[in-house]
């Protein structure tokens, strides 16, 4: 039984893992570019800016690029006190300008010393996932001007959060395949260490399948799954996001 379950969820995400998945999903944004610190910017962005219709997001992730010339980390790095006015109209439901100019300054101060965003999870130390979230956390928010307000943007396993979209970048970054979704320009980070994110469909489709009972949307249910698909393909667990989120959302499930 267990051999015919994972059968039928290889091959979903034999169906979805494919290149034609990266037009109507916010992976798109990254995809436009070909430099290892822009698709690491540009797919922050768009992972944080990650909620509500997915047309919506994409649309709001090009706007930001256009502002940033379409080349965000020389943006980033050598950007005028002059180009940062156009950041206050910018906005996406509660994301506000304070918080675009926020992250536009952690980026530069980063940028600055490192050469890739990786650096901010790992601190340059071996660890796993929870003190991965924490570290990008504490990193982002310990200048002691960042905004209060910004923090509810960028969630963490302390405050018992899934962590589902910072979950979804990290698998954009640190995934390795040859199917051209996910990037995997991460070599710290390992594939068998991510957590899947728990977005509405995945959760749904997880519960329905038997793969998740937890009822609260938590970190402890995050981590409930991932370990539940981790029986499944211990190096490669988040693989399957693929096939729950394409049974939910394309199959209705």
Same mark, same amino acid.
Request: hydrophobic share 40%; aromatic share 12%; glycine share 6%.
């Given at each position: 039984m267990q051999n015919d379950f994972k059968?039928?969820?290889?091959? #979903?995400?034999e169906l979805y893992n494919q290149p034609s998945f990266i037009p109507d999903d916010p992976?798109?944004?990254?995809?436009?570019?070909? #430099? #290892?610190?822009?698709?690491?910017?540009?797919?922050?962005?768009?992972?944080?800016?990650?909620?509500?219709q997915r047309k919506t997001i994409i649309n709001k992730c090009n706007e930001l690029m256009k502002m940033m010339d379409h080349a965000p980390h020389d943006f980033i790095l050598n950007h005028a006190e002059n180009d940062l006015k156009q950041f206050l109209t910018f906005k996406h439901r509660t994301f506000n300008p304070t918080d675009t100019l926020f992250f536009i300054d952690f980026l530069k101060s980063h940028y600055q010393k490192h050469d890739s965003l990786?650096?901010?999870?790992?601190?340059?130390?071996?660890?796993?996932?929870?003190?991965?979230?924490?570290n990008f956390h504490n990193t982002l928010f310990e200048h002691p001007d960042a905004p209060d307000r910004t923090r509810k943007h960028v969630a963490t396993p302390v405050r018992k959060s899934a962590c589902k979209r910072l979950n979804m970048y990290l698998r954009w970054m640190v995934r390795k395949d040859n199917k051209e979704v996910?990037?995997?320009?991460?070599?710290?980070?390992?594939?068998?260490?991510?957590?899947c994110p728990l977005d509405v469909h995945v959760e749904r489709v997880a519960k329905r399948l038997g793969l998740l009972q937890r009822k609260q949307t938590d970190w402890r249910a995050a981590l409930e799954l991932s370990e539940n698909l981790r029986e499944l393909d211990p190096q490669d667990p988040v693989k399957y996001d693929f096939a729950l989120f394409g049974i939910g959302v394309m199959e209705k499930f």
């Open positions: 059968s039928f969820l290889d091959e #979903k995400v992976i798109s944004i990254p995809h436009q570019f070909s #430099k #290892k610190q822009d698709i690491e910017i540009s797919g922050l962005f768009a992972a944080t800016l990650a909620w509500g990786e650096t901010a999870f790992t601190n340059d130390a071996q660890g796993d996932m929870e003190v991965y979230l924490s996910d990037f995997g320009i991460w070599n710290t980070i390992q594939p068998s260490q991510l957590i």
